[in-house]
């Protein structure tokens, strides 16, 4: 009972967790995109990882990030809203 307990809970976390994806902009400059689907992962979380990706702190790359939504289809079966948050990193002081 305690392995599938703790095999769950990794389970959950692993879910939960955000993953960038890094890109070059036409500029450059390293950015970053992240997917938070309202279901396992917020909004705060995702700027939290970019906060943590780019230690200069970053700006919001608004030709990259998007909010997409599901209508309900009837079925009773609910799909989460996917937030992408594409960010790019600020030039680290010298």
Known sequence: MKKTISVLAL??????????????????KLGYTLSC???????????????????????VDTQRSSHETFPDSGDGIYRPANNHLAVICKDTPH
């Open 37 to 59: 689907s309202e279901f396992n992962t917020s909004q705060q979380q995702c700027q939290a990882k970019a906060g943590a990706m780019c230690a200069a702190g970053y700006v």
């Open 11 to 28: 389970i959950v976390s692993a879910c939960a967790s955000v993953t960038p994806q890094p890109y070059t902009t036409q500029q450059g």
